[in-house]
């Protein structure tokens, strides 16, 4: 019969799609050059030429039974030995290709990394504000997500209500900085004190507790911002990565799960990821995107216009009284309502074609998203809406 | 703390695998093309140009933007539309888009078919002799797989064992036609009984018994054999799809599950895969491989060396005496060991480097499988050494 849970869950429809599909039916009516539409973290900038280059020069020239044949579901060799080798030069790490799983994104990565160490009925804790998508990646592995509330100060983490959440049911904790929504990068203050209570409750109890982080944005970070690699700081930690953003791939899905060599049974993690890939039936990323993103490991896209763009509005919001954090990275700023209701804030705004999502969602109340990975001249149209927002309603 | 349930699953390695190893390090000492390797059901032949061709100018002339971007995780529409429309002429089926959710191949098929319609704890049959990868898909959803002996006869069904185990527990029964291990097509009879014996076991339970139909040699049927599509005689049938053998993209990961339009809940059961996906990572198969194989639906690689090679291996061991079931399509045959004991045999074989795989993993004892999707010229290199084998040990 058909399986009532995930009928339940088609219920619910997520406010970021929703603002999203009102900004393009808006779109159809008065331009979609004319909507600001900030709702959804799409990146805005191509794929670097090379990426290209090399998938077209593979599909010309490579033996397409080589090119296209099976690849071992832990990845292909060759492939998680650059990416360990790219990780080491960059973070001082000591991976080795038997520490990375390729998966199809970070979705993929976190789907294994936390079957790998969470049983059905532990707990996950995560941070607010966080990816609201992180509640079904958790609960429906048979674990379950806890949210740790919001330091709205500074949006590190808040510790005392980490040190009370972390009892003995918790597997796992899982992070994202750079953070989408807050645009907040954790500092290194926040990174080992982080790491130094994980170590004392592991000793505490007498069991791992794993840090998974997640991320996505580890490329997007801003001028100045020191942006330390969470797993140099904690042994048992699994880093789950995407390319997505950083080569603005979001559609080819690919991205790998990289294990602490440090970590208990480091060099079993990865195979059992491979086990459990029998069981989701995720399979290893396609050869070509496999082999094509080995070899530009070390490119981005051109990332400035995200900081560009993440300058002009928080000049522009702060002077206009919003109080926000200033980001450190990502294409996301997070900027408090001016009015306690920040769904009603975000309404007002649809009347100026200003698409914002309230923090709701994201676990905290009173705040909203921009995601500004759209052109910087539309950005700077924007800003009268803004003005005529606050003006006409603060 | 690591999971032990992963952790044990590494202990068993599959003996395919070991085969292959063997294989691959014989030929390490007497040279690969010594070998011969039957144990792997890997592709011999290239893909088709046109889908280089397609994936080349769509690398050189799509927006990157629009070619790598975010798509929704049922798959992109357009290659949905074109899904249902190629099966719909084909098959004579009332498909559309909303009926096709794209996969990471037959296995990412499967497992959210089985997630949509088995609940933890329910029971999925199938057939001896069966592709051994299906007990850690079925199993590892929480489902049981339980196996019904093998009609050894014709390798169609055993009819009697089937109707005595489709007790109430069952949710779905898994079907794999064209056949591996055994190279068997259903027949349009067989497929009419199975289809006769779940609807009256439907109406005697009050509950619906899904047909999940594992598809992935659909296009590798032989001359003078029928064929039927199953999802034609049964309405709550799901097909299973994958691209890899067709076109030759094992690597590619690429497939789909078909919704029956007739069964129950057809118009949501794809977007309850899109729910489950979140759960699994799965996410959808990446944007570039799917608008690929929507080119090139109607196109396979060219098969006819299976054919070719088939003819070749039947006609020579039926006549050095093998009792072997003709088969009907795929690149697989599975005639009976000379001795009871296949796993003997299959030692005995390897040191004529013969690599031959023993029935006993595919549910079924005293049989062994040939993998002949390798060049005919070594095929036929091959015979001597059949001829070896039984003239000197039977």
Known sequence: MIVQKYKDMLQGKSVIRQLSEFAVARGQEIGYENVFDFSLGNPSVPVPQEFTDVMIKMLQEKNPMELHGYSQSLGIPSVRDKVAASLNKRFGMNYTGNHIFMTTGAAGAIAHAVRCVAEPGDEVLTFAPYFPEYAPYINLTGAVLKVVPADTENFQINFEAFEEM??????????????????????????????RIMEEKQKQY???????????????????VDA??????????????SFSKSLSLPGERIGYVAVNPKCTDAEIISVMCSQISRGTGHNCPPSIIQLAVAEVLDLTSDLSVYETNMNILYRELTELGFECVRPGGTFYMFPKSPEPDAVAFAEKAKKYDLILVPSDSFGVKGYFRIAYCIDTEKVERSLEAFRRLVKENY
Chains 1, 2 share one sequence.
Do not use: Q, W
């Open 166 to 195: 972390l009892t003995e049911k918790v597997a796992a904790v899982l992070i994202n900085t750079p953070n989408n929504p807050s645009g907040m990068v954790y500092s290194l203050e926040t990174v080992k004190e982080l790491a």
């Open 206 to 224: 007498g069991h791992d507790i794993f840090l998974i982080s997640d991320e996505p944005y580890r490329e997007i970070v801003f001028a100045g």
């Open 228 to 241: 330390p690699y969470p797993s140099a700081f904690y042994d048992n930690s699994l880093s789950c990565y």
